[in-house]
């Protein structure tokens, strides 16, 4: 791949351009990897949640590396990893809501002499 | 005479309207159907909500007339589920969540920060354009027969029982989320990024820190009652099995993702009404706002939790007890900022030169109604007592109080207040005045009984009674009889005041603030010269740090 | 409609009436994307929501339903797509640094970059035809003529509810596919004659923003939908 060094005069730094597609293309051979290695960890029937918790682990790696290097959110202003990060963050809190719901549904305790 | 003191308007030479203003910058239908200027699509979007206004407001005529016998003789029982279904999803999604941010947060956003327009304003008409796709499927359901589920769609009824026009409904509303989401998108981008000169996030008007709250809460949550609905919608056409009972669907998941929004849609309907007051109560008090930060960031404190709340629905749907305690001591937590907000606009009335005007009756409504909703609030937060109200009137009377003692008495009272910026024309006096006391009292008059109706045991959605409910439904019919007549008021004398009002100036209440620094209507592009902002917000009676008369951005230098 | 679109797209050649500076411009335009996407996880979560609870409440149907899809079948289609991601970095950085080579001008490699988009995404969906036919062929669509796949289970009725939200979530995921590629196809001669380019790029970067969300997607609906299959032996 050429390199081709580029600047318009946008020193801020708020949005970084990636003068060279290289990186890239190691970002995608990183997320290669981590796809083969997800699907050879799921072959030996690691259990439950283990397994779970490997295939997770390697799906947010990947989500971080697209996230950070494919949309440029690496070098960006604070602001749009506020934002980035925000929308996951709100979710997650309304997974940890519903898990605590339902693992807790059944568990009602009658004190005795209540 | 844009930073006087004086009230009244005579006080300066009889002003004039300005030559040219945004109104009348082009004509036609198609210069107002395609306009990208967020004051004209403000008015587009006022003139629809107004529409829908008045359709739910039928709906709860209606609601109303049945209930004054205890015997069902108006409607069948399942034509009155269809009806007091429309009235709420009517009012809640086509009037209440836009009426505020979509026509004052829209004309006044950029007026306040400094701004031309927008960020995107085609996508500010997009979102119009959608709420009327969203509407028109609305109102095709409604022709055809309605839905009778109840605004909450409540599983396994709405998926596998109901015969109404579920899905038509679902997808109407699922459009008209996208014109909400569309807005908050607009409203984030444009309060982070077009600021003018000088405007730092703590010269903010408080109005525009309740919309920045709001339209957090209009992108995150919003989309999550698009994909709920989407659910419902795809279980009832192709029989995907989301909620069916016979294979273990889960009726309380329904709850929890219909209420992550519809919990915090209601602080959608509230913030920017909460906006709205601050702005008007400081400029009739003629004092800077008690407490300016705490205001600001108890509006985002507001969003923040008033998102972790929403399971205090669910207290009695056979969610875990546990969950039920955490959301209860949440439920609690949001109180706090109400309470500042509170605490702080009745401190800034304190030893303020407050000045009786329309707009200032409709605060001083909000500020008693909205106290007593949310206290009610808080009643029905704990989880013990919640068991013994819920599902009854007292839930009825209390989300009124919040939604219309709050949210409409601010949409009403932001009207007046900014009527005369917004068409260059004077709404005051008597009748106005009368409207103001009248919705008051018609309200009170409507709702209170509810409270007692609901403790003594009346359930919601029941178009029959026992006969010893009778004096207090009496009652609420009356009250709602008064309601209507003060609602119905303004409709006149506002259309009255666009050819014979008095013609405003600039700035005819004497009040701070960008929006009050250009002329009335504005010019197309808001300011003649880009504003550069080196005063504070609400800086009333306090000499400005550069005290150089007036901006150097006041267009009009009279 | 086309001509009028296309204006639309092209148009941050120059700067908006209402911006002061393209600066100001960019940031809008990429705060205002960041911002739908940040609706469109929330959107997504909602569905990943449903799954989590119905996960949580029925852990041996699920693993049951997961087991009748080929797991392998789905990690090739995850390279796919992170190809279609790869090429359309290529695309925007093309565009960004106004690349060209020997042969053909910048404004091709931007369409290059789209084109390699276009055809890693057809063939992950072609890929999604033949599974999905494979279910109409196993009693596995909902509503269907469904028949559990397995019985010595807890709740062999819930692995519907698994169908259900398997076709729902990379139904959504696939939908947004093909709105992602219509737009694509509009841009493609857009790009070829030079539309996108060292100055005025904002629209291609916002839509490369928007695949990669697809991606993103993707790959939190693998393990999901295919892994969890594999935590445990097969099922009867």
Known sequence: MAHHIYTDGDDRGAFIKSTLIKPHFFTLLAL??????????????????????????????????????????????????????????????????????????????????? | MARSMTLTPDATPEPEMPKEHYLNASHGLKSWLLTTDHKRIGILYLVSVSVFFLLGGIYAGLIRLELVTPEGDLFQPDTYNRVFTMHAILMIFFFLVPSIPATLGNFLLPLMIGAKDVAFPKLNLASWYMYLIGATLTMVALFAGGVDTGWTFYTPFSTTYSNSYVTTVAIGIFVNGFSSIFTGVNFLVTIHRMRAPGMTWFRLPLFVWAHYATSLIMVLGTPVLAITLLLVGFERMFGLGFFDPALGGDPVLFQHLFWFYSHPAVYIMILPSMGVISEIISAFTRKPIFGYKLIAFSSLGIAVIGFLVWGHHLFVSSQSIYAGLIFSFLTMLVAVPSAIKVFNWSATLYRGSIAYTTPMFYALGFLGLFTIGGLTGLMLGTLGLDIHMHDTYFVVAHFHYIMVGGALMGYLGGMHFWWPKIFGRIVGGFWPHLSALLVFVGFNLTFFPQFVLGYLGMPRRYHVYPDEFQVLHVLSTAGATVLALGYAMPVFYFVWSLKYGKVAGDNPWGAVGLEWETTSPPPLHNFESMPVVDFDAYQYHQPKPHSQGKPATAPSAS | MIRQLTEFMGREATVAHHFETAEQQKESSFLGMWLFLCQEVLFFGGIFAAYVNYRVMYPEAFIAGSQQLDVF??????????????????????????????????????????????????????????????KFEHHLVPNLGFIPPVSNIEHPEATEIFFSLYFGMTGLHALHMVVGMAIMLVMLPMAWKGKWNTTNHNFVEGFGLYWHFVDIVWIFIFPFIYLIGNSVGKLT
């Not at chain 3, 020997?102 to 035809?129: D, P, Q, Y």
């Open chain 1, 32 to 114: 290669f990897v981590l796809t083969i290695v997800t699907y050879l960890a799921s072959l030996p029937h690691l259990g439950e949640p283990l397994a779970d918790l490997v295939a997770l682990a390697i799906a947010v790696a990947k989500v971080a590396l697209v996230v950070g290097i494919f949309m440029h959110v690496k070098g960006s202003s604070p602001l749009i990893l506020v934002t980035a990060v925000s929308g996951f963050f709100w979710v997650l809190l309304f997974f940890a809501y519903l898990v605590a719901d339902v693992k807790t549904r059944d568990m009602v305790t009658v004190f005795p002499g209540w």
């Open chain 3, 73 to 134: 079948i789905g990690a090739m289609n995850t390279l796919v797509l992170l190809c279609s991601s790869f090429t359309m970095v290529y695309a925007v950085w093309a565009a960004q640094t106004g690349f060209r080579s020997k042969r053909w001008h910048n404004g091709a490699h931007v369409a290059f970059g789209l084109v390699g988009t276009l055809v890693f995404g057809a063939a992950f969906l072609g890929v999604k035809v033949v599974e999905y036919s494979s």
